[in-house]
């Protein structure tokens, strides 16, 4: 049985990319090997020219940056102030704070190597902001898609 242990992301500046991810979204490092940075929140930046050291042949296993083909995805109780800091900080938006269908609210931004993070309201506070926008708990399932037990725990 394999068991996953965590994505990695390939960064070219280490350094640079380590204070991005401590700075701006408050993430502690676990470990740290030089050109592999562990965070306690489950994923890995790895260095760009390391990493290709071991694919092997750049023609045959390239490494393509801002490919929009994933993303990591982070919560925070104050979406807004994240935002506010991302800001401050020069950062690339693909999208500021927005409502998704099911009725939590994102941002989607690049990391330094264009990497797509998406931000996002815990869904306990999607819930308690559509209550308090007059949803009913039945309302707020067919729309959060969320069981009634996970949204009456929300409200309580």
């Not at 242990?5 to 470990?31: C, H, M, T, W």
């Amino acid at each position: 049985m394999l068991k996953f242990i965590l994505p990695l992301i390939v960064v070219e500046d280490v350094p640079a990319s380590r204070r991005f991810y401590e700075d701006y979204l408050g993430q502690k490092v676990l470990n740290d090997f030089g050109e592999d940075v562990q965070f306690v929140g489950g994923f890995s930046i790895h260095q760009r020219a390391h990493f290709q050291t071991l694919l092997g042949d750049e023609r045959h296993y390239a490494i393509t940056l801002k490919s929009n083909s994933s993303e990591l995805y982070f919560e925070t109780d104050d979406i807004e102030e994240a935002q506010a800091r991302l800001k401050q900080s020069g950062t690339e938006f693909i999208h500021e704070i927005v409502e998704q269908p099911w009725g939590q609210r994102v941002m989607r931004l690049y990391d330094l190597d264009g990497h797509i993070l998406e931000i996002g309201e815990p869904m306990e506070s999607a819930i308690l902001r559509l209550n308090e926008q007059g949803l009913s708990i039945e309302e707020i399932m067919n729309k959060t898609g969320m069981p009634k037990g996970f949204v009456e725990g929300a409200l309580h």
